[in-house]
T-cell receptor, first 111, second 114 residues
Framework: AQTVTQSQPEMSVQEAETVTLSCTYD???????LFWYKQPPSRQMILVIR??????QNATENRFSVNFQKAAKSFSLKISDSQLGDTAMYFC????????FGAGTRLTVKP | EAQVTQNPRYLITVTGKKLTVTCSQN?????MSWYRQDPGLGLRQIYY???????DKGDVPEGYKVSRKEKRNFPLILESPSPNQTSLYFC?????????????FGNGTRLTVT
């Protein structure tokens, strides 16, 4: 079965700085997708970014980008120019033949 | 507006009293699923449905039931709730399952079983 590991339960960053959230996964599948979801205090689950495993190019969405290392099974999220509104729980997710989520990283952006 | 509607938002009940959490989507999605979120464990899948009348167990199905009689609705039923089912529950849907389609989530149901 697939597993998703987020090794950083909590992180903090100063406003305007850059922060990287780590995620590793384990799978024997070759065709899959990876996602980062954001959960602010409102508890709504918001899609941040998506990466197709067959694409070598790293996905980017404005201030959010990923570092996808397929051989290493690593999928980290970089947030540039951190804003107070980025304060949230972030979940890494794997979707192949089934769906798996990591335990989450609670990010606090400090003014 | 395209959305997944989940009700109620908060629910407090007592052990053994049957309850249903409703979930409805207006995006004509084929795939629907239920998750529970617990601290330190992330989201774990309870049940999923690939289409009408097709449901399957996820990782933590014990104590839960689901049905998919219509494409838009996917209710979660707890026939005899117990305190260990106290959790935050999410319904989600996607255009197709599995793989590329991102999940669209409801706003969550905070369930407390005393």
């Amino acid at each position: 079965a697939q597993t998703v590991t987020q090794s950083q339960p909590e992180m903090s960053v100063q406003e305007a700085e850059t922060v990287t959230l780590s995620c590793t996964y384990d799978t024997s599948e070759s065709n899959y997708y990876l996602f980062w979801y954001k959960q602010p205090p409102s508890r709504q689950m918001i899609l941040v970014i998506r990466q197709e495993a067959y694409k070598q190019q790293n996905a980017t969405e404005n201030r959010f980008s990923v570092n996808f290392q397929k051989a290493a099974k690593s999928f980290s999220l970089k947030i540039s120019d951190s804003q107070l509104g980025d304060t949230a729980m972030y979940f890494c997710a794997f979707r192949g033949n089934d769906m798996r989520f990591g335990a989450g990283t609670r990010l606090t952006v400090k003014p | 507006e395209a959305q997944v509607t989940q009700n109620p938002r908060y629910l407090i009940t007592v052990t053994g009293k049957k309850l249903t959490v409703t979930c409805s989507q207006n995006m004509n999605h084929e795939y629907m699923s239920w998750y529970r979120q617990d601290p330190g464990l992330g989201l774990r899948q309870i049940y999923y449905s690939m289409n009408v009348e097709a449901t399957d167990k996820g990782d933590v199905p014990e104590g839960y039931k689901v049905s998919r009689k219509e494409k838009r609705n996917f209710p979660l039923i707890l026939e005899s709730p117990s305190p260990n089912q106290t959790s935050l529950y999410f319904c989600a849907s996607s255009l197709q399952g599995p793989q590329g389609s991102p999940l669209h989530f409801g706003n969550g149901t905070r369930l407390t079983v005393t």
